[in-house]
């Protein structure tokens, strides 16, 4: 690259920040001569500490902020014994992010008043997000203009999977297109951690969240979806529209074509949705336990407009049981109505075919 198309390349501005003590600004007022020798124009900003680079360097421009340290004169520093309120943590935290705020817990030096902060930050925000007025100006934003509908989006997701209800409250509700739409995305945005929700409402009695929530499972990609899925692309006795976004979601997580899928015979799907449901019968099943030794389990409630899913914390045994002997999801249950259809189908088509055979005789 020629010098001449080196100097096109480069910036004609260039900002340094410096200050405190001549550690920093002596390198910089370096830089910023070197940096001027070459053309550019230079910017400095600074505190009142670094003060400016003087009569040595007068047309470099000087901007001087408010600056301080982390712990002791800083911002960070004033909130060591200080009564926060809640809105003033949220405000904090909306602002520059919740990565920040683990930076700082992590952040030896500041501990341990960087802890307790990031505490009292997620005890609010986990506050916050139970607040259902906040959650639907959330939701509402996500059909907004794409800035908001950003914003919105991470910010769900920060909050976590307490506010899948009331997203699919919402698509039970709404036959219009853009919200559906909206709430969709936003499930997929989720990824897996709403993957055991979705799951939980294929049992919707409504048939948009079905179709919804096997498309999201598609979109998202995880195979723990594959034996739920599996029913519904294959019973001949669901709507066309279930079928077929089934099929969609078993595509996309398989990565084969449907219509590779529909040579699968009925019978081996039902075998597979047996197996799985043994392994639950047999207790081969591993649950993800947390602290409390119990594991997290979503089910369908309600119907119509008035249904969702919800979540509860119980025992491994209890979660056994809901899966395989009350839950509707149970793979066991669907294998035996996939069977059940099956054969519907063979002894209708056998005695059509007898019936045909007795008139032409």
Known sequence: MSRET????LPRRVILAAGGTGGHMFPAQALARELLGRGLEVALITDRRGGGF?????????????????AGRGAFGKLKGAVVDDKTLLQLRDKYGPSDFLRLAQAQELQPL???LLRKVNAAF???GADPIYINGLLDSLEGGASEREVATITLRNIGPIVLPRIIERIATTN???????MGSALVDFGGPAVPALIAALDADVPRVQTTAQTALGMIGSRDAVPYLWYFAFNTKLTPASRMAAAGALSRILKTRVSELRKTAPVSVSRELARVALQ?????YKWNTGPDRNVEVW??????ATGTVVKKRVA????RELVIIHHPQKPLSYAAQLLIGILEEELNAAAAALQAHIITG
Do not use: C, M, Y
């Open 299 to 304: 089910s369908w409630t309600g119907s119509g």
């Open 114 to 116: 960087s802890n307790e």
């Open 54 to 70: 003087g009569p040595d360097l007068p047309q470099v421009e000087t901007h001087r902020i408010s600056a301080g340290a982390l």
């Open 316 to 319: 491994p045994r209890i979660a």
């Open 280 to 284: 639950h019968f047999r207790r081969e």
């Open 176 to 182: 219009n297109p853009k919200r559906l739409t909206a």
């Open 126 to 128: 986990r506050k916050r």
């Open 6 to 9: 080196l100097g096109r390349a």
